[in-house]
């Protein structure tokens, strides 16, 4: 590492740099503030050893100024044996750690050790990220329909606030992506987003998995164990298919969102978190309150904020441009870019009914471009049940309402057009006269 170290005592700058040296370090030294700015901007300094007492100066000053400047690295403050005020303040103003002065050359070794060692880490972490984001498609959190555009809108504008989200929807529309995306919006973003799937465990697992349990609490519990609460504690609990969730849990559930109480199970002790509740679900509550499986003063807690993130086949407007997305995505990653849909895959894409929403459409996406062999996607491309899919579709002739017919047209031209307007031009009708049958189709 290049180390630059700030102290106003030239001997202090000797032995340190030769400490360094013989640690395997270069360095280059400062003995006051201003000497220490230039060296930060003409060497890339990868640490900063700073004293607290710099003559006239307060070291601890400069880490508030380059920290201010947006200037990140990683300071080791030198403090005064005795003074602790002063290591906490260092730790306060960005510090990455202090150590008192005069220090033995094995306790600076051990410190800049644990830097390099969490630099790396970093490093890791932020490759690891990039690689994550590069094998996803892009998330598209914008919508040409005016309604999930409005969706998109009031989560995010909920995000910084500490209310509860309740997002509505059938199964593979978003919703899980939906509440991750408000969780990095919010002030909680660098804590942690913890998700538990409420169907995926018996009534007794559930509340361990959430809560917690201490040894012996029932039968195989043989050890203590913090629940998902606890490990969401600052950050974001997303409680996936929190229709599922046993009226026996609810009580529970709503003593953690009112007074952000619980008790692990079997023990007596009751313990406090901090978690912002998201939840997501595919059924009506409201009927599953009336029907007398889901408490209503857990569901006025949880609806807050209630967001609905509509079927596929209700977003026309986005259709193509998320099919678009994931094939640019898929055909990147296989080493096929400028891979198409031909005209008839269009089509196809636009008639199919996307009963599995979003998941549907990237798998079938994804499916398509590893199984096509030339520059563009034909609708042979896509598996069987697309194609009987499409065969049982809404067709002139068959036995269906003149409404469903028009409902069924009005949806696949405004997916075919460019806009809206195109859309009504199309149709015949003016635009406003189509915006009121979206609207009562209930598409807008
Ligand atoms: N905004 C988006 N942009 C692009 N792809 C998305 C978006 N939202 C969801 N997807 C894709 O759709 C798939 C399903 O999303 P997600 O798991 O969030 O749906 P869900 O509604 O939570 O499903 P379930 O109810 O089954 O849990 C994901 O794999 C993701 O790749």
Known sequence: MTILIVDDQPNVLRTTTYALSAMGHQSVTAENSRQAARQLEAEKIDAILLDVNLGPE????????????????????????????????????????????????????????????????????????????KAHPTLMLESGEPAVQRAFDMAFRAASSDANILVLGPS?????????????????????????????????????ELFGHVKGAFTGALKDTWGKVAAADEGTLFLDEIGEIPLEIQPKLLRLLQDREYERVGDTRTRKANVRVIAATNRDLAKEVAAGRFREDLYYRLKVIAVEMPALADRPADLMPLAENYLNHFAREQGRAGLRFSADARTAVIDY???????????????????????????????????EKEESSLRPGHLVTIDALEQEHIRRIIAKSPSLDQAAKTLGIDTATLYRKRKRMGLA
Not at 91 to 120: N, T, V
Not at 187 to 204: G, V
């Open 172 to 208: 593979g529309t978003g919703k899980t992506v939906l509440a991750r995306a408000v969780h990095d919006r919010s002030q909680r973003a660098d804590k942690a987003f913890i998700t538990i799937n409420c169907p995926s465990l018996s009534r007794e697992l559930l509340e361990s």
């Open 58 to 133: 307060n070291g601890l000053d400069f880490l508030s100024h380059i920290r201010a400047e947006g200037n990140l690295t990683p300071v080791i403050v030198f403090t005064a044996q005795t003074s602790v005020e002063s290591a906490v303040d260092a730790m306060r103003r960005g510090a990455y750690d202090y150590i008192p002065k005069p220090f033995i050359p094995e306790d600076l070794e051990q410190k800049l050790k644990k830097l390099s060692e969490h630099q790396s880490m970093q490093t890791k972490v932020t490759d690891l990220q990039a690689q994550v984001a």
């Open 353 to 387: 009914g996307w009963p599995g929403n979003l998941r549907e459409l990237r798998n079938v996406i994804e499916r398509a471009v590893i199984l096509t062999a030339g520059p563009e996607i034909e609708p042979a491309d896509f598996p069987d049940e697309f194609h």
